[in-house]
C-alpha cells in the first residue's frame, strides 16, 4: 500500500481554484441529466459539432444475403473511417468486424421475422443484456411498428429494454419502422411514432425524412432525430438534398446504408455525406465534392 508518510495537506480554495468540472458538453438534445456512463457512450456516437454519421450494415437480419452486403467485411472496409457508428447485429459484428477497430458500435437487438414471413412487424427482442455488454457496445437498437398489428408488442419490447439497459447505461435508439408500408411516412405518423419512442425511454431515434412537416417530427421529439435511408434514391443529389434539409429542420445525422454501400462510388458517396453532416456542405457543395473524390481531382 501507498506509504501514508509525507502526506502534503490539501491546498486552499484560493491556491486550487474551482474543483467542480462545468464543461464544456457538447450539443445533445434532451441528455443534461443523464448518468456518466450513459451521456459516455453516446459521446462515442454523437461529435463535437453535436451530429452523428451512423453506417447500418444490419439488413441481413431480414432480408438476407442482400446485394453488396453478401461479404460485409469487404463492404465496410473503406466506409468505416468516416463512420461515427456500426448498426449491425451480433452475428456479423463477431463474423466481419475487426474487435481491434476503434468503432462505436449500435447493436441490432431485435428481429424474428423475414421478407417471407406474413409480417414484418413481428419482432422481438434477440439479444440479451449480457450480449450487449460482452460486446462492450455503444448503444442498442430496435424496431417498432406504430399502427401495425404488432404495435403493443413491439413498444412493449422497447419499454423493457430501455429497463434493461438503463440499469448497465447503455443507450436505446429506437427504430420507427413502416415494413412495407411506405405511404405511412407522413408528419403526422412519424411525429407520433418518435413522441412515443421517446416517452418510453428511448435516447435517440430513427426515423424516416418526409418532404412536408419534418421539422414537426423533430421539434416534437425531445430526443436526438437521425434520419433512415429508405429505399435506394435515384441520383446522389437526391440523396443529398433529403440529408441536408432534414438537418436544416431538427435532425442530428443519419443512418444511411444502401444509398451508400449500394451506390456504384460508395467511398465517395459516404464522405460527401460526411461534409453535409459534419461540415456543412449544402446538396451542391456535396455533389461537386463527390464528383471530384469520383474523378479523382
Known amino acids: 500500500m501507498a506509504d501514508a508518510a509525507g502526506i502534503l495537506e490539501a491546498r486552499e480554495v484560493c491556491e486550487a481554484g474551482q474543483s467542480c468540472y462545468t464543461g464544456p458538453f457538447k450539443p445533445m438534445k434532451g441528455m443534461s441529466n443523464l448518468d456518466w456512463g450513459m451521456r459516455n457512450r453516446l459521446s462515442r456516437l454523437i461529435k463535437a459539432d453535436g451530429h452523428t454519421q451512423f453506417l447500418p ?10 446485394r453488396c452486403l453478401e461479404c460485409p467485411d469487404q463492404t465496410i472496409k473503406e466506409l468505416l473511417p468516416y463512420a461515427d457508428g456500426l448498426f449491425v447485429t451480433r452475428g456479423v459484428l463477431r463474423a466481419s468486424v475487426s474487435p481491434d477497430l476503434d ?15 406474413e409480417d414484418l412487424a413481428d419482432e422481438i427482442i434477440t439479444t440479451s443484456v449480457e450480449e450487449m455488454l460482452r460486446l462492450n457496445v455503444a448503444a442498442v437498437g430496435l424496431s417498432v411498428f406504430v399502427g401495425s398489428q404488432y404495435e403493443r408488442q413491439t413498444l412493449q419490447s422497447l419499454a423493457e429494454l430501455v429497463s ?6 447503455i443507450p436505446v435508439m429506437a427504430v420507427t419502422a413502416v415494413g412495407k408500408e411506405l405511404e405511412k411516412r407522413t408528419s403526422r405518423y412519424l411525429g407520433l411514432a418518435c413522441r412515443i419512442c421517446a416517452e418510453l425511454g428511448a435516447k435517440v431515434v430513427k426515423t424516416y425524412y418526409c ?19 429508405g429505399p435506394k434514391c435515384s441520383s446522389e443529389l437526391e440523396v443529398f438534398d433529403f440529408v ?24 465517395p458517396m ?10 456543412g456542405l449544402n446538396p451542391r457543395q456535396a ?10 481531382a
Open 287 to 296: 455533389q461537386e465534392f463527390y464528383r471530384e473524390l469520383v474523378s479523382g
Open 164 to 169: 434493461t439497459c438503463e440499469d448497465f447505461g
Open 103 to 117: 468503432i462505436p458500435i449500435i447493436l441490432r437487438v431485435s428481429g424474428g421475422s423475414s421478407v417471407v414471413g
Open 244 to 267: 441536408y434539409d432534414g438537418m436544416q429542420k431538427g435532425a442530428i445525422g443519419v443512418n444511411l446504408g444502401r444509398n451508400i454501400w449500394q451506390h456504384e462510388h460508395p467511398l
Open 57 to 66: 450494415i444490419d439488413h441481413g437480419y431480414f432480408q438476407g444475403p442482400t
Open 211 to 229: 418532404d412536408e412537416g419534418f421539422d414537426k417530427v423533430t421539434h416534437g421529439c425531445p430526443v436526438p432525430v437521425v434520419i433512415a435511408g
Open 270 to 279: 459516404m464522405r460527401a455525406l460526411n461534409g453535409v453532416i459534419h461540415d
